[in-house]
Nanobody, 124 residues
Framework: QVQLVESGGGSVQAGGSLRLSCPAS????????LGWFRQAPGKEREGVAT???????YYTDSVKGRFFISLDSAKSTLYLHMNNLKPEDTAMYYC??????????????????WGQGTQVTVSS
């Protein structure tokens, strides 16, 4: 059973930065596609960034150049580095893992393991 626990959320002003963390087992990071998703109140969950087993990364257009997904293999921890945050980035952020092929898709439907989420609030 894959267990994912996010941390690092908080409240920041627009233009600020946060780093989200998601530790998991070495097995998970060696085999699965990993991703970060977010869900704002009244909206559907959307993909933010993913990293596959080959290290290829994919981003939704609205965060390109501002957010970066990375993996620290020594710590078995997935990160989401968020810079130049905007009020529209406010959402619950989730770490997820997919056991099947995902490719460049950012669809939550492809991911079968989920964390509980960490809240990010950006004020203007």
């Amino acid at each position: 059973q894959v267990q994912l626990v996010e941390s690092g959320g908080g409240s920041v002003q627009a233009g600020g930065s946060l780093r989200l963390s998601c530790p998991a087992s070495e097995y998970t990071y060696g085999r699965y596609t990993l991703g970060w998703f977010r869900q704002a109140p009244g909206k559907e969950r959307e993909g933010v960034a993913t990293r596959d087993g080959d290290g290829d990364t994919y981003y939704t257009d609205s965060v390109k150049g501002r957010f970066f997904i990375s993996l620290d293999s020594a710590k078995s921890t997935l990160y989401l580095h968020m810079n130049n945050l905007k009020p529209e980035d406010t959402a619950m952020y989730y770490c997820a893992a997919a056991t099947g092929y995902v490719g460049a898709r950012l669809s939550p439907r492809d991911f079968n393991y989920w964390g509980q989420g960490t809240q990010v609030t950006v004020s203007s």
